[in-house]
């Protein structure tokens, strides 16, 4: 069973005059463990997609099954409970709360479920930590780099434990050498906590380091592709 | 949800614009602050009105055509009247009475209207004057004259004490009694006889040939009959006469009560008005500025319940404090004031629970209520479009 699932997928986007198809009639699979890259031109609905695979949008048409469950049919609360239970988000900008600390960054996708206050610190400043940023829990994200902050947001996306990670474009705003370090945390994720990651990214090289490449073209695949993914050394230079 | 934290949460976001929450707090603040001045006065009018009932209630006023519990400006009654009124059944006394300002300037003053009563002693006089306990000293009683029965706050103001002599318009009189402490406007009133009354009176309008005249009778009705028929009746059966029946002068006191009431309640409403609408206002700024932040709350598991529940905790929170802060000033102000003003003995404020938990729970109130549609606005963010904005 895959872990997630789209089905013939549409997203159309109508105004008065133009139809903007910006997934269209589109199968994909996604299973436990993989570590995969969605690339593709601007404007060729990578962002839609991902959208669509995290229950933050519903389709046109065609469903989207996670964990064998048809999503198609429920409400907002029950997707608001699957997102919940099973997805994580990374975006471009980070979208940090500004007036939050790093540790309560962390913190927040815990404080919807409930949990006690304890644990959820706990729990919180252990992904800090596995993101290397436990020395700056008390730092504002205005304190804090592009590279660090968006380390926070990944330590927020996987501190519920969540199976699926989506990440839209994660080393957009960054440097090359946060790039890799980025992508090397993710993919050490992946590795030893068993974290499916699907990376949205337009940065062909950040593609190459995962194992299965999908190009989407006017919100149609084009190529699905399974590849090695080139190993990591950020002490080197990142080629970019 | 941890709800113990939200609140640090929200204070944050509150501080990050820090000039517009002040500002809408303040908006608060001026509304509250006059509704809690204004409570303070009509808490104050109510308790003198309170008093006002009794002291007016346990008998029927009889007033010239056309007047009202507190007489007819210019108008008087003839003496004779009381005989007519006596005459008719059911009525066991009529007591004349002729009221006039203590000073000769007479209006001017703050607060309580200082006011020489002279009342006839004869019959039921002194069972009227023991409408409320005496503090020292005794009643008035048929046959004084040149002795004067003191509400407190005029006893405080001559600094006098029983058996001391005080002079009221050049004339020297001396005390025999002192009431207790009424709170309402019998303190501030000098209880002397008919005919004393009657000469300050003359000595004040000296152009003026009058006879015996009385501003108002007072009737005890027979034990058994009915005050409210008796006045009926009385009505019917003498000429030029206006008899108010206790419960006419129940209702005719509370119409006063009403009227402030209702300035108080128009004054609310405007402030509630523009309050209300700033924070409406200021929400809606802080939800569409925050549209990004809703966006990526809900994406990573929060739901309607708690999106709804932060905006209106921030909302309700600037009511709170905007109702904090408005009531203390007017409470400080009213403490100012009443300080102030206090050297005629009499508060002219009163600060009572209701004074200070009503604006405060009005204030709630209405931050909770204007953040209703802001909050709503919110909480039905779709994700995805909140995130895509920039
Ligand atoms: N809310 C929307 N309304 C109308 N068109 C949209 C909306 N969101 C995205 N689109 C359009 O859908 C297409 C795919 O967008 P997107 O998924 O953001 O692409 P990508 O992330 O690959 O750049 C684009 O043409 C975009 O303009
Ligand atoms: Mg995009």
Same mark, same amino acid.
């Given at each position: 069973?895959?872990?997630?699932?789209?089905?013939?997928?549409?997203?159309?986007?109508?105004?008065?005059?133009?139809?903007?198809?910006?997934?269209?009639?589109?199968?994909?699979?996604?299973?436990?463990?993989?570590?995969?890259?969605?690339?593709?031109?601007?404007?060729?609905?990578?962002?839609?997609?991902?959208?669509?695979?995290?229950?933050?949008?519903?389709?046109?048409?065609?469903?989207?099954?996670?964990?064998?469950?048809?999503?198609?049919?429920?409400?907002?609360?029950?997707?608001?409970?699957?997102?919940?239970?099973?997805?994580?988000?990374?975006?471009?900008?980070?979208? #940090? #709360?500004?007036?939050?600390?790093?540790?309560?960054?962390?913190?927040?996708?815990?404080?919807?479920?409930?949990?006690?206050?304890?644990?959820?610190?706990?729990?919180?400043?252990?992904?800090?930590?596995?993101?290397?940023?436990?020395?700056?829990?008390?730092?504002?994200?205005?304190?804090?780099?592009?590279?660090?902050?968006?380390?926070?947001?990944?330590?927020?996306?996987?501190?519920?434990?969540?199976?699926?990670?989506?990440?839209?474009?994660?080393?957009?705003?960054?440097?090359?050498?946060?790039?890799?370090?980025?992508?090397?945390?993710?993919?050490?994720?992946?590795?030893?906590?068993?974290?499916?990651?699907?990376?949205?990214?337009?940065? #062909?090289?950040?593609?190459?380091?995962?194992?299965?490449?999908?190009?989407?073209?006017?919100?149609?695949?084009?190529?699905?592709?399974?590849?090695?993914?080139?190993?990591?050394?950020?002490?080197?230079?990142?080629?970019? | 949800?941890?709800?113990?934290?939200?609140?640090?949460?929200?204070?944050?976001?509150?501080?990050?614009?820090?000039?517009?929450?002040?500002?809408?707090?303040?908006?608060?603040?001026?509304?509250?602050?006059?509704?809690?001045?204004?409570?303070?006065?009509?808490?104050?009018?109510?308790?003198?009105?309170?008093?006002?009932?009794?002291?007016?209630?346990?008998?029927?006023?009889?007033?010239?055509?056309?007047?009202?519990?507190?007489?007819?400006?210019?108008?008087?009654?003839?003496?004779?009247?009381?005989?007519?009124?006596?005459?008719?059944?059911?009525?066991?006394?009529?007591?004349?009475?002729?009221?006039?300002?203590?000073?000769?300037?007479?209006?001017?003053?703050?607060?309580?209207?200082?006011?020489?009563?002279?009342?006839?002693?004869?019959?039921?006089?002194?069972?009227?004057?023991?409408?409320?306990?005496?503090?020292?000293?005794?009643?008035?009683?048929?046959?004084?004259?040149?002795?004067?029965?003191?509400?407190?706050?005029?006893?405080?103001?001559?600094?006098?004490?029983?058996?001391?002599?005080?002079?009221?318009?050049?004339?020297?009189?001396?005390?025999?009694?002192?009431?207790?402490?009424?709170?309402?406007?019998?303190?501030?009133?000098?209880?002397?006889?008919?005919?004393?009354?009657?000469?300050?009176?003359?000595?004040?309008?000296?152009?003026?040939?009058?006879?015996?005249?009385?501003?108002?009778?007072?009737?005890?009705?027979?034990?058994?009959?009915?005050?409210?028929?008796?006045?009926?009746?009385?009505?019917?059966?003498?000429?030029?006469?206006?008899?108010?029946?206790?419960?006419?002068?129940?209702?005719?006191?509370?119409?006063?009560?009403?009227?402030?009431?209702?300035?108080?309640?128009?004054?609310?409403?405007?402030?509630?008005?523009?309050?209300?609408?700033?924070?409406?206002?200021?929400?809606?700024?802080?939800?569409?500025?925050?549209?990004?932040?809703?966006?990526?709350?809900?994406?990573?598991?929060?739901?309607?319940?708690?999106?709804?529940?932060?905006?209106?905790?921030?909302?309700?929170?600037?009511?709170?404090?905007?109702?904090?802060?408005?009531?203390?000033?007017?409470?400080?102000?009213?403490?100012?004031?009443?300080?102030?003003?206090?050297?005629?003995?009499?508060?002219?404020?009163?600060?009572?629970?209701?004074?200070?938990?009503?604006?405060?729970?009005?204030?709630?109130?209405?931050?909770?209520?204007?953040?209703?549609?802001?909050?709503?606005?919110?909480?039905?963010?779709?994700?995805?479009?909140?995130?895509?904005?920039?």
């Amino acid at each position: 069973m895959s872990l997630v699932e789209g089905r013939d997928l549409h997203k159309i986007y109508s105004s008065d005059s133009l139809q903007v198809r910006a997934v269209d009639g589109l199968d994909l699979q996604i299973d436990e463990g993989e570590f995969l890259s969605i690339v593709g031109p601007s404007g060729s609905g990578k962002t839609t997609l991902l959208h669509l695979l995290g229950l933050l949008d519903q389709p046109t048409a065609g469903q989207v099954i996670v964990r064998g469950r048809d999503t198609s049919r429920l409400n907002g609360s029950d997707l608001t409970r699957i997102r919940r239970e099973n997805i994580g988000f990374i975006f471009q900008e980070f979208n #940090l #709360l500004p007036v939050l600390n790093a540790l309560e960054n962390v913190e927040l996708p815990l404080r919807y479920r409930a949990m006690k206050t304890a644990e959820r610190q706990k729990r919180a400043m252990e992904a800090l930590d596995t993101v290397g940023l436990s020395q700056r829990a008390g730092n504002r994200p205005s304190q804090l780099s592009g590279g660090e902050q968006q380390r926070v947001a990944i330590a927020r996306a996987l501190v519920a434990k969540p199976a699926l990670v989506l990440a839209d474009e994660p080393t957009g705003e960054l440097d090359s050498e946060n790039t890799c370090r980025i992508i090397e945390l993710m993919r050490r994720l992946n590795e030893e906590l068993h974290q499916t990651f699907a990376i949205v990214t337009h940065d #062909l090289f950040v593609a190459d380091y995962t194992n299965r490449k999908i190009t989407l073209r006017d919100g149609k695949i084009v190529s699905d592709e399974w590849q090695e993914g080139r190993p990591l050394n950020c002490d080197l230079p990142f080629e970019d | 949800m941890e709800r113990g934290e939200m609140p640090r949460f929200i204070l944050r976001n509150m501080w990050r614009r820090k000039g517009r929450t002040l500002l809408t707090i303040i908006g608060i603040v001026v509304g509250i602050f006059a509704f809690t001045v204004l409570s303070g006065l009509s808490a104050r009018l109510n308790q003198q009105l309170g008093g006002a009932k009794k002291f007016y209630t346990n008998h029927i006023t009889v007033v010239p055509t056309g007047g009202n519990l507190f007489g007819a400006a210019g108008k008087y009654l003839s003496l004779s009247k009381v005989a007519e009124i006596e005459a008719v059944p059911g009525v066991r006394g009529a007591v004349a009475s002729i009221g006039l300002p203590l000073d000769l300037q007479s209006g001017a003053g703050s607060g309580t209207p200082e006011i020489i009563v002279g009342t006839e002693l004869s019959g039921g006089g002194p069972e009227l004057l023991a409408f409320t306990a005496l503090q020292s000293g005794r009643l008035l009683q048929d046959g004084d004259r040149g002795k004067v029965l003191l509400g407190l706050n005029l006893a405080n103001k001559f600094n006098a004490g029983v058996s001391d002599t005080v002079q009221m318009r050049g004339v020297d009189f001396q005390v025999v009694g002192i009431y207790k402490a009424t709170l309402t406007a019998p303190d501030s009133f000098a209880f002397v006889s008919y005919q004393d009354g009657l000469d300050l009176f003359r000595a004040a309008n000296p152009y003026f040939q009058v006879a015996d005249i009385a501003g108002s009778i007072d009737v005890l009705a027979q034990p058994g009959v009915d005050s409210e028929q008796l006045s009926v009746t009385i009505q019917n059966q003498v000429s030029d006469i206006k008899a108010i029946s206790p419960n006419d002068a129940v209702k005719q006191i509370s119409q006063f009560s009403l009227i402030f009431n209702a300035i108080l309640i128009g004054i609310s409403l405007v402030a509630l008005l523009v309050g209300g609408l700033s924070i409406i206002n200021t929400m809606i700024m802080s939800v569409s500025e925050r549209t990004r932040e809703i966006g990526l709350k809900k994406a990573i598991g929060a739901d309607t319940r708690s999106v709804l529940g932060e905006y209106l905790l921030e909302s309700a929170l600037i009511g709170v404090l905007g109702g904090l802060i408005g009531m203390g000033l007017g409470v400080a102000l009213i403490a100012v004031l009443n300080t102030a003003v206090k050297t005629n003995g009499a508060n002219v404020f009163t600060i009572s629970r209701s004074v200070i938990l009503t604006p405060v729970i009005f204030a709630t109130f209405l931050g909770t209520l204007a953040g209703i549609f802001p909050a709503l606005r919110a909480a039905r963010l779709k994700p995805v479009e909140a995130l895509r904005e920039d």
